[in-house]
């Protein structure tokens, strides 16, 4: 089963438009909530992160949203540019054996034109 | 370059030959991880390393798979008498330190069996 649902799977965004992708999660245990960026060719590269404890986290043009009680979460990426253009996870984790482990979503791929 | 290393980053096979990837982690990275992507999807889990102990596998990781991390160092993972169904990008990360919260991915290895 899907246990971090992520949409939508393709997203078409004008430069300097606001580009949002959303996700769930069922799993009350996970406690990190990374997103990923990944370039065709590329592994996934660690882009921003966010606990459980927080509503928002942002860092330059992008911004997570993180709700609690609805177990959503979505990444914003203000003025989109086409170098943003790249696929995006979002991932949850938890605890187990002193590591994180990581679920991620389907992945997003985000096409920014000019 | 300091990242985490895969070799080779393509594989053509044929059904029923073996395979072995190899993953260089980041220098002192304790924890060593193997994922498996598809296309369109997300990179899901397969096993994890402590040092040299393998501490976790996914039930993804069927018998014909096994992974070792001799020394706590660069791993391997095989495959034996690969399928069709194997196709994908085999992704190696790493991370240090108790939290572990922050995995580094390797470029990755695509694996095709015709």
């Known amino acids: 089963q899907q246990q971090v649902k992520q949409s939508p799977q393709s997203l078409i965004v004008q430069k300097g438009g606001i580009s949002i992708i959303n996700c769930a999660y069922e799993?009350?245990?996970?406690?990190?909530f990374p997103w990923y960026q990944q370039f065709p060719g590329k592994g996934p590269a660690l882009l921003i992160a966010?606990?459980?404890?927080?509503s928002e986290k942002k860092e330059g043009r992008f911004t997570i949203s993180f709700n609690k009680s609805a177990k959503q979460f979505s990444l914003h990426i203000m003025d989109s540019q086409p170098g943003d253009s790249a696929t995006y996870f979002c991932?949850?984790?938890?605890?187990?054996?002193?590591?994180?482990?990581?679920?991620f979503g389907i992945g997003t791929k985000l096409q920014v034109i000019p | 370059d300091t990242g985490v290393s895969q070799d080779p980053r393509h594989k053509i096979t044929k059904r029923g030959q073996n395979v072995t990837f190899r993953c260089d982690p980041i220098?002192?990275?304790?924890?060593l991880y193997w994922y498996r992507q598809t296309l369109g999807q997300g990179p899901e889990f397969l096993t994890y390393?402590?040092?040299?102990?393998?501490?976790?596998k996914s039930r993804l990781l069927s018998d014909r798979f096994s992974a070792e991390r001799p020394k706590g160092s660069f791993s391997t993972l095989e495959i034996q008498r690969t399928e069709q169904g194997d196709s994908a990008m085999y992704l190696c990360a790493s991370s240090f330190g108790d939290s572990s919260y922050e995995q580094y991915f390797g470029p990755g290895t695509r694996l095709t069996v015709t």
């Open positions: 991932a949850a984790s938890r605890g187990s054996g002193g590591y994180q482990k990581v679920t």
């Open positions: 966010i606990r459980p404890d927080v």
């Open positions: 220098s002192e990275h304790n924890r």
């Open positions: 390393f402590q040092n040299e102990a393998q501490l976790e």
């Open positions: 799993n009350t245990a996970f406690d990190y």
